[in-house]
């Protein structure tokens, strides 16, 4: 069964683990796309995920699996995380990133 707070918390810790992988978090205030580290924020950020997909046309089960905040896919080469995302108008969503290890 799918816990999202492990999942958030997970990704909280990872991201403070590793803040040189990440580069610059951005801030939206500043018309750029920010990474949000409030956890109470981050539903928020899955259903504005899930409502851009969902008008795009994806089934509303398959964007709310696509919209979930975490680390994932990690491996040797890498690891996939999908990030809480505000962007420069406001609003909230979530991105999928892959970080490779070889670089800093």
Known sequence: MDDPRSRYQEYLDFILKYPKHLGNI???KKGEIGVIKDIALFLQCEEG???????AGTNPEDAKRRARIGVFDENRWGVSLHEPLRLPDG?????????AWGNP
């Open 91 to 99: 609003s909230y969503t979530v991105f999928n990133r892959w970080l």
């Open 26 to 28: 951005g801030d939206y």
């Open 49 to 55: 995920a899930v409502k851009i997909m969902v008008a």
